[in-house]
């Protein structure tokens, strides 16, 4: 399945937000700050990524109903969806 910003809409907002925090974590470690507070933006990160994962996970899934519904071939199988929503998890 082929990713477009349509396809994975608010994930890609996401994604932007957490590559800013991701960026801001570098320079705390960069620049010394207090360890507890660099892990707990770190811990941030990792969930705004993972929710970001989760959104293109259903969105695939919802495009792929979609295909089905229409009578078409989907471009994943659920089992290709399933393993790409466990690989997240």
């Given amino acids: 399945m082929d990713m477009t910003p349509e396809l994975v809409g608010d994930a890609l907002v996401r994604l932007r937000r957490a590559q800013g925090q991701l ?3 570098i320079g ?3 620049t010394g700050d207090d360890c507890a507070t660099v892990l707990t933006q770190l811990a941030a990160v990792s969930r705004a990524l993972d929710r970001a994962g989760f959104k293109i996970v259903a969105s695939g899934m919802r495009h792929c109903q979609a295909a089905r519904d229409r009578g078409e071939e989907p471009p994943m199988t659920e089992a290709e969806l ?3 929503f466990l690989a997240l998890a």
Avoid: D, G, Q, S
């Fill in 23 to 25: 960026a801001a974590v």
């Fill in 28 to 30: 705390m470690i960069e």
């Fill in 82 to 84: 399933e393993k790409l």
